[in-house]
């Protein structure tokens, strides 16, 4: 089994940084792996589509297809795995139950590894939330910092 103890010290550094910075939650919105960030953060692979969500209350919370939730839950890393039916639903309802005003997400202008968010994942994200309104920063506000943090 693999060794999550560098992905539990970079989570807790994440969620030090949203209190620090005043951001609710940061959300990793992915499939296949192709947002980069999920290399760092949490540092488990996914073949479908999935969610990792931090909050700054220190409640982290996934969602993972059927394929997928296994490895998320083996790491010990989530309060909560949501296997879902209806992912775009799933996430939604993550985040609307902590009724957020500040969300990160992964884009950037400025840094690569901070825009693995895909404009048609943000977009469907958005539809999700049904008019639910909410400021969206990007994560390069933290991940840098970060990332010099837990340099291996």
């Given at each position: 089994m693999k060794d999550y103890s560098y992905h539990k010290k970079v989570i807790d550094d994440v969620i030090a940084k949203l209190n620090e910075l005043d951001i609710d939650l940061y959300i990793i919105i992915t499939a296949e792996g192709c947002d980069p960030m999920t290399s760092f953060i949490p540092g488990v692979d996914t073949v479908g589509a999935g969610a990792f969500m931090f909050v700054r209350n220190g409640d982290k919370i996934a969602t993972a297809s059927r394929i997928d939730a296994q490895d998320t839950e083996e790491s010990g890393l989530f309060d909560e795995v949501l296997r879902y039916e209806d992912y775009n639903a799933t996430v939604a309802d993550m985040v609307l139950r902590?009724?957020?005003?500040?969300?990160?997400?992964?884009?950037?202008?400025?840094?690569?590894?901070?825009?693995?968010?895909?404009?048609?994942?943000?977009?469907?994200?958005?539809?999700?939330?049904?008019?639910?309104?909410?400021?969206?920063?990007?994560?390069d506000l933290f991940i840098p910092a970060v990332q010099e943090m837990n340099k291996r």
């Open positions: 902590y009724q957020p005003k500040r969300i990160a997400l992964d884009f950037s202008e400025n840094n690569a590894f901070c825009d693995g968010l895909t404009m048609g994942k943000y977009k469907k994200f958005l539809n999700s939330l049904n008019g639910y309104e909410v400021e969206m920063v990007s994560a």
